[in-house]
C-alpha cells in the first residue's frame, strides 16, 4: 500500500492546492443543508491536511478524517484538534453510523491499494449505505476519462515562496489509466530537497460509476458543481442519498 503523499508533497498540497478544498465546502455545506442534515457525524474520506473537515466542524458537524498520508494526518490534527483522524486506506477504514460521508478531490480514483478495481468500489458503496442513517447521503467527486489527449503529455509548473512542483501527466485510454509524475523541490533552511513520486488513477466513467450506486440501493443525482465551484473538465460529482 502507497503513502501517495510523503511530506513534502503534503506540505506542497497543503499550503499550495487548497483551492478545491476550500471552494467544495459552501456547496457540500449546502448540499447537507438541503438535506437536513445539520448535525451529526460525517465521515471524510481522503481527508487531506483537513481543510473540510476544518469547515465542517465550524458548522457544528462531528468530524471523522481517513486518508492513508501520515504526513497529511497530522497536518489535520494540527488544524482541527476537536476532529478524529486516522491513518487508513479509504478503502479498508470501518465506517461507523453516520449522517453523511463525503469524498472530495477524486480520492476514489487513486490506486494507492493495489487491489483497486470496480469491485472495490461496490465494497465500498456497500458499506457506506449501509453505515449512513435513512436520508444519510454521500458526497462525492471522480475523474473520467479525457484527463490528456491520448498520445499526448502534459507538463505543468507552479511554484510558492519556499516550494515548486513540476506536473507531467500521460492517460492510457485502453486501461482508464492516468499517471502523474510529480517532482517537489522544498526549501529547507538554505536548500532545496527533491522528491519524485508517482500517482496513478483509474479512470471511471460516471454512468458506471452512477450504476454501481443504484445498485448498493442509493437514490443519486450528477452534478458538476459544488455551489459556485465548478468541477474541472472530465470530472463528475454525485449526491447518493440513503431512502
Known amino acids: 500500500m502507497q503513502d501517495g503523499y510523503p511530506e513534502d508533497l503534503a506540505y506542497v498540497h497543503d499550503v499550495g492546492h487548497r483551492d478545491y478544498a476550500l471552494q467544495s465546502v459552501p456547496g457540500i455545506l449546502a448540499i447537507l443543508a438541503q438535506y437536513e442534515i445539520r448535525e451529526g457525524l460525517v465521515v471524510d474520506l481522503g481527508c487531506g491536511s483537513g481543510l473540510s473537515a476544518q469547515a465542517l ?38 465506517i461507523p453510523s453516520c449522517h453523511a460521508v463525503i469524498s472530495i478531490g477524486e480520492c ?91 500517482h496513478q488513477l483509474r479512470l471511471y466513467s460516471a454512468v458506471d460509476v452512477a450504476k454501481i450506486l443504484r445498485n448498493a440501493g442509493f437514490r443519486i443525482q450528477i452534478i458538476h458543481q459544488y455551489g459556485e465551484f465548478e468541477l474541472p473538465p472530465a470530472h463528475a460529482a454525485f449526491v447518493a442519498r440513503k431512502p
Request: proline share 2%.
Open 57 to 94: 466542524t465550524k458548522a457544528h458537524y462531528q468530524v471523522l478524517g481517513v486518508d492513508l498520508s501520515e504526513a497529511l494526518i497530522a497536518i489535520a490534527r494540527r488544524r482541527v484538534p476537536e476532529a478524529e483522524f486516522r491513518v487508513e486506506s479509504l478503502f479498508q477504514t470501518d
Open 108 to 198: 476514489l480514483n487513486y490506486l494507492f491499494d493495489s487491489n483497486h478495481s470496480s469491485d472495490t468500489l461496490k465494497n465500498l458503496f456497500d458499506r457506506i449505505y449501509d453505515a449512513l442513517i435513512p436520508g444519510g447521503v454521500f458526497i462525492f467527486d471522480i475523474a473520467e476519462p479525457g484527463q490528456v489527449m491520448q498520445g499526448s503529455t502534459t507538463k505543468s509548473f507552479q511554484e510558492g515562496s519556499d516550494w515548486i512542483v513540476l506536473v507531467e501527466k500521460e492517460e492510457d485510454l485502453r486501461r482508464s489509466m492516468l499517471t502523474r509524475r510529480i517532482t517537489t523541490l522544498r526549501k529547507v533552511e538554505e536548500q532545496y530537497q527533491r522528491a519524485d513520486i508517482v
